[in-house]
């Protein structure tokens, strides 16, 4: 009963801002999206999308009048983009590029060196340096090519650090050493000088020994010349974990180092099931989060993992957990939503 009473509510809410009922002011107009509002600060504010979700018209909608910039989820990852050695696809992240063209929406790039997703071609076998050099160069420099003056931004390195701060142990470092996160970025600036090049991470949103590792390395390479412009906080936050509450201050160090930051992959997951507490607590978390970067002035966009629970990555990862997005699996706007909402303000 007390559910459905909720669920009625959810409904009429999002009736009324579909409708521009909600405010009087606004009677005969249309409510200003998340993105209108973002914009009004300079900000952007994003989702995440991924191929198969596409065919959903009714996601597509929402996803399309929203947001102004799309994140492919996979679509321009290494396994996607190269299959086989030399021989590139841009079947998938060409269709969410043209999708946000269309909607005049601007494209987050992901991911062009990280250590998942990659294929089989590329981990099943042995690499000389020189030989791996000379592959991510090529890849780099193929897709960042292919996507010239279409994208915003790249995530060039994704997850380089372990949690401890130390340099992740994958294929790239093992084989290449720690000079490939220079190099990478040296080459991605040549093939595209005006995208804005980022290393994004997960639990970097904290001041701490990871965030510390990032702050270190950005430091050495400004003073290198090398072509880095923002640091990328993915934000994938959880409840039962607690807030970052060093977040402002973690976004205001990196811009006194001449970088953007941005929220890049933000959702706040919980232990199902989903209370109207703990939904209001995510609410707190995600009115917190935009108002972190607001007050930060080069922290330049948040965007959202996928804004729907409908196509959240969550459940399958951590089972038992999930219902980490703004919109519920129905596509209606949840307490998170509308405090995004008070806090673009
Ligand atoms: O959203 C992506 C999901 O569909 C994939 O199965 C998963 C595989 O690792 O990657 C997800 O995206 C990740 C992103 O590329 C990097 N940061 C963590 C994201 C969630 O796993």
Redesign the pocket.
Known sequence: MRKNRLRLVGVLAAVLVATGIGSPAQASHKQPTLADLAERHGRYFGS?T?NPELTDTAYKALLGSEFDMITP??GM?WYATEPQQGVFDWTNGDEIVDLARSKHQRVRA??LV?H??LPSWLTGREWTAGELRAVLKKHIQTEVRHYRGKVYSW?VV??AFNEDGTYRETLWYKTLGPGYIADALRWAHQADPHAKLYV???NIEAVGPKSDAYYALAKELKAQRVPLDGIGL?A?LALQYGYPTTLEDNLRRFSRLGLDTALT?VDVRMILPATDEKLAQQADWYRDLTEACLAVRRCVGVTV??YTDKYS?IP??FPGEGAALPWDEQLLPKPAYFAIRDALK
């Open positions: 995440a991924d989820g996979n990852k992901h991911t990280w998942s997703q995530d994704n997850e994004n991470d997960y993915q994938h992959e993992w996928d990555w399958a990862f």
